[in-house]
Nanobody, 124 residues
Framework: QVQLVESGGGSVQAGGSLRLSCAASGRTFSSYAMGWFRQAPGKEREVVAAIDRSGGRTYYADSVKGRFTISRDNAKNAVNLQMNTLKPEDTARYYC?????????????????WGPGTQVTVSS
C-alpha cells in the first residue's frame, strides 16, 4: 500500500510560481507511475502531468505544457510539480496519485492511491 501527502500549495498572483511536493510511504515507490491531477469547483478531476516509474517519460496536459514540470526522486520517495507562469485558471485543488505499473497514465481510474490534495489559488 502507498500513502501520499501533498504539500506546497498556496496563494500566488498570476505569473508567479509554486512547487508542489508529494511524499510517498512504502518501499515500492519505484514500482509506481505517478501523476498530478487537479479539480476546480464544479469541474471534473483532470490530469495535469504524469511520469513513469523511472522518471524517463513524462506527460503534460496541453494547458500546462511549457509552464509545469514534473519530476521524481525514487531515493526520496517523492514526486514534485514545478509550476511557473501561473494563471487564474490554474486555481484548483491539486492531487498526487500513484498507479502500479510500468506505463504512463492519464486516466483517473487507472490510479490506485490518492493524496488528500493541496489547494492552489492564483489571483489576477
Amino acid at each position: 500500500q502507498v500513502q501520499l501527502v501533498e504539500s506546497g500549495g498556496g496563494s500566488v498572483q498570476a505569473g508567479g510560481s509554486l512547487r508542489l511536493s508529494c511524499a510517498a510511504s512504502g518501499r515500492t515507490f519505484s514500482s509506481y507511475a505517478m501523476g498530478w491531477f487537479r479539480q476546480a469547483p464544479g469541474k471534473e478531476r483532470e490530469v495535469v502531468a504524469a511520469i513513469d516509474r523511472s522518471g524517463g517519460r513524462t506527460y503534460y496536459a496541453d494547458s500546462v505544457k511549457g509552464r509545469f514540470t514534473i519530476s521524481r526522486d525514487n531515493a526520496k520517495n517523492a514526486v514534485n510539480l514545478q509550476m511557473n507562469t501561473l494563471k487564474p485558471e490554474d486555481t484548483a485543488r491539486y492531487y498526487c496519485a500513484a498507479a502500479y505499473g510500468g506505463g504512463i497514465y492519464q486516466k483517473t481510474r487507472t490510479y490506485d492511491y490518492w493524496g488528500p490534495g493541496t489547494q492552489v489559488t492564483v489571483s489576477s
